[in-house]
């Protein structure tokens, strides 16, 4: 530490010093919460375009941790960078598993998609994980749908190949979420065994004043024979636009929020029930 420059030196210590205890304090909440199950799942719908019949839902994690609820986007990170997220990850994954098998039996079938991190999906024992847990409750296997980012598919595309091979030939669906934010060569995309494109949110955000990307994304899907998913949808222009475009289902606030597990079965026994 240098005399000069002291008050600076002080700031920025108190200030790295206040973020390495959050950091610190989230760390080991979460390592609590692993322990503890203290997480919960909560289920946002997916609509076809054209109609508005239930197609299936995104399963996405809750955790309130001393009284407060903590963003996915806030503690997702920290869970990767602990190797918490294979914990985690094992859990959502039996969990969506357990609920859309459950519905399945009591309702009628219902796809449920489960957001697979970098970490989960580099690991060398994913496939044989995801299979296993398909087994155990007897659930399957097109009613799970993996969404993986464009991002961490396209990082490293050979190195994953193999395990998305593996993913697919147990015949669960894949999903590439968030697509269009990242650079997808399109020779890796006509190989990758993928059957959606989730379009990133930012591009439907831009509706219908900036079409661009959204339509593009579409085209191509249609070309690839692949099924796209609209995420984000909060208007009804929006709406409106990415259906007369040929978008196949929507996902948004302007349909639902996601929902606890109760509210959600609700809709499945309502999308049965004649
Ligand atoms: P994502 O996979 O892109 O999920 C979509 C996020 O957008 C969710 O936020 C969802 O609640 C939110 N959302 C849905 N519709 C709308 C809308 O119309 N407008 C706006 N503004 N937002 C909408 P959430 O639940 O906070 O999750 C954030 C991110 O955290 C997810 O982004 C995903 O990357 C990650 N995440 C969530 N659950 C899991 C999980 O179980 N495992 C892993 N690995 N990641 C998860
Ligand atoms: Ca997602
Ligand atoms: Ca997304
Ligand atoms: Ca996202």
Redo the contacts with the bound molecule.
Sequence with gaps: AKAAGGDRFVFYTREMTDRAETRLRLESGLREAVASRAFE??Y?PKIEAAGGRLTGF?????WRHEGTAV???DF?PV?EDTGL?IE??RW?LEEACRTATRWALDHGPVPVA????AR?LADPGFARLVEQVLQRHGTPPNLLEL?I?ETVIMKDVRHHLPTLNRLRDLGVRIAI??FGTGYSSLAYLRQLPVDVL?I??SFVNDLPHAPDIASTVIALAQRLLLSTVA????TAEQRHWLAEAGCDCL????IS??LAAEAAEAMVMTAFAR
Aim: charged share 30%.
């Design positions: 799942l909560v946002q995104e399963a996405l994690i809750r963003s996915p986007a997702i869970a997220i985690i990850g959502v489960v957001n697979v991190s989960q969404e980012t979420d968030d989730k990133d949110r995420e984000g949808v909060e996902q948004g606030y302007l929020r996601p």
